[in-house]
């Protein structure tokens, strides 16, 4: 059997295999389950598994390690899966040429971002990258941390701006994925008018416990931060409501239908309802921050863009700003 080295190159790769493989390969690899990777890429779990076996007969060795608690890359995995995620990298980046040349015009400026509302800064960000808001084409999505993660690394983002817990994103070695913090807030709770928490102004996270708790799903890093939050203080909860989407959460707030825990950044941004602040002595940290590809071409453009962006940011250390929260 033929054995795959880091000096085999992408070219030999390339030559074995067509490229939705490498793509099969790495969305497995980053997700560490044939099931949650099929149900990524919508195809059958079944065909996704013919698939890799088709890629590690023609490169004549096997890729994963395959057990009950998922898939981890093997010896020769590992070796592969760096030259995988800059072949499909390449391989993006020839896909938008061709589409720019198509178009005669420049490739879109890809961006993905966790928590869109709270990024009001953006546009105006965008607008001062040139001093020419028509310079650029621009496609913005609003999705999950994972998918901004995934996306960032394989070159289908130029930039994510994700909303990450405490100590923001352990990113592997090799993945070529550089994050960088933008800013930090901490968390509040928010309730409707006449709820009885707003004559105390501030409450233990213990007095949630029989609230109805409008919550983000359980697949958002946010999620994953309030859970353990809750789990510190000794609180077990179960959301009355779970949703991704900021503007429908606060609008259940308003009609009295629970009451949500959220960065306090929202406070910015939505007056008709009322903040509780948590009394605890720790209270995690939300951490804005940026992801992109170290070898991306438009490092550059993306640097102006993050320095703009801390510009119009509140500096750290001095969250929350003193703002009156009666003025428009």
Known sequence: MRTIGAADGIAYAAGMAELRHYRYFVEIAQRGSFTAAAASLHVTQSALSEQILMLERQLGCRLFDRGRHGARLTAHGEALFDQAMMLLSVANELEQSARSLQRHRGRPLRLGVTMGPLLVWLPEVLAGLTGSPQRYDIRIEDITTAEIFLKVSIGQLDLGIASLGEGGLAVAPGTGVEVHTLFEDDWVIIVPDGHPFTADGAVPLSALRDQRLVLFPRQYSLRTVLDDFFARAGVS?????????????????????????????VTLLYHNVHVVEIDEAYKPRRVLSALYRSDTPRRKTIEKLLHLARERLPPQGTWPPETDRSTP
Do not use: D, N, Q
Request: glycine fraction near 10%; charged fraction near 15%; hydrophobic fraction near 55%.
């Open 237 to 265: 909860v179960s959301p009355a409501i779970e949703t991704g989407w900021l503007e429908m959460a606060l609008r259940f707030v308003e009609l009295g239908m629970g009451i949500t825990v959220v960065p306090r950044a």
